[in-house]
């Protein structure tokens, strides 16, 4: 049903930031659960943080703390702000849209931090 495009990934040195953007083609005000998701070849894909339509987000322990997970309605986006990158966050980050039955998925996009 819904798209999802996400942008905003690139190379950072540590300790830098970065903002991915999660751009939804409709309305994301009734979806159950917006959340970002990372994966690094030959590991499973792991939630980093989630939101819900009632605004309760959740963290991995080793993201808490550093990253943020927003909505913006009128641009029916969702951002994943993340600062103080270390070299355990390069992966590729996707997006997913939906609740505990069912969901969607962007393209991903590769966030790469350097040492």
């Known amino acids: 049903q819904v798209q999802l495009v996400e942008s905003g990934g690139g190379l950072v040195q540590v300790g830098g930031s970065l903002r991915l953007s999660c751009a939804a083609s409709?309305?994301?005000?009734?979806?159950?659960?917006m959340g970002w998701y990372r994966q690094t070849p030959g590991k499973e894909r792991e939630l980093v943080a989630s939101?819900?339509?009632?605004?309760?987000?959740n963290y991995a322990d080793s993201v808490k703390g550093r990253f943020t997970i927003s909505r913006d309605y009128a641009a029916n986006t969702v951002y994943l702000q993340m600062n103080s990158l270390i070299p355990e966050d390069t992966a590729v980050y996707y997006c997913?849209?939906?609740?505990?039955?069912?969901?969607?998925w962007g393209q991903g996009t590769q966030v790469t931090v350097s040492s």
């Open positions: 939101i819900t339509k009632g605004g309760i987000a």
């Open positions: 997913r849209a939906g609740n505990l039955r069912l969901g969607t």
């Open positions: 409709r309305s994301i005000f009734s979806i159950a659960v």
